[in-house]
C-alpha cells in the first residue's frame, strides 16, 4: 500500500535518514545516515512486512569458520541478523518487521540495532571482508 511507504518515509526522516532514492512502484527506498555510518540501506514495503537490509561486503572466501562467526555474532544483534544472500556470496545485515502496526519506535530500534553493531564489529568485518 502506497500509505504504508509514505509513513515508513516520514518515520526515517524523523529519525534523520536521507532517502537517496525512491521506487514508488515497488514501495522501496534506499536510505543513509552518515553521521550513523549507514549508507545504502535497502527498506522495502513487502505488505505485510517491512524488509530492512544493509549489503555488508562481497564475502571473498567463505569457509566454516567465517560462518560460526557469523552466527555467533548474531547472538550480539538486538534486532535483526547477519546472513548471507541467496547467491551465497552477499554478506548483509537484515530484519523484518511487520508493517501492519509499525511504529516509530520499532522501525527506530531496528536502525539503532544495525548502527550499534557496525560499530562494534566494524573492525572485524573490515577484515573478513579484505580476507
Do not use: W
Not at 500509505?3 to 515508513?8: A, H, S, Y
Not at 548471507?84 to 520499532?106: H, P
Not at 573492525?123 to 579484505?130: D, P
Amino acid at each position: 500500500m502506497k500509505n504504508n511507504l509514505e509513513k515508513v518515509k516520514n518515520y526515517l526522516l524523523e529519525l534523520n535518514y536521507n532517502i537517496v532514492s525512491e521506487d514508488a512502484a515497488e514501495e522501496l527506498v534506499v536510505v543513509e545516515n552518515v553521521e550513523a555510518g549507514i549508507s545504502n540501506l535497502i527498506i522495502d514495503c513487502d505488505d505485510p512486512i517491512l524488509v530492512v537490509e544493509l549489503h555488508l561486503f562481497d564475502l571473498p572466501k567463505a569457509d566454516a569458520n567465517i560462518y560460526r562467526r557469523f552466527l555467533q555474532m548474531n547472538r550480539e544483534i538486538i534486532h535483526g541478523a547477519i546472513s548471507i544472500d541467496e547467491t551465497g556470496e552477499k554478506v548483509i545485515l537484515r530484519d523484518t518487521l511487520q508493517i501492519e502496526n509499525l511504529d516509530l519506535n520499532e522501525l527506530q530500534g531496528t536502525l539503532n540495532s544495525f548502527e550499534v553493531f557496525l560499530s562494534e564489529n566494524a573492525n572485524e568485518l573490515i577484515s573478513t571482508a579484505k580476507n
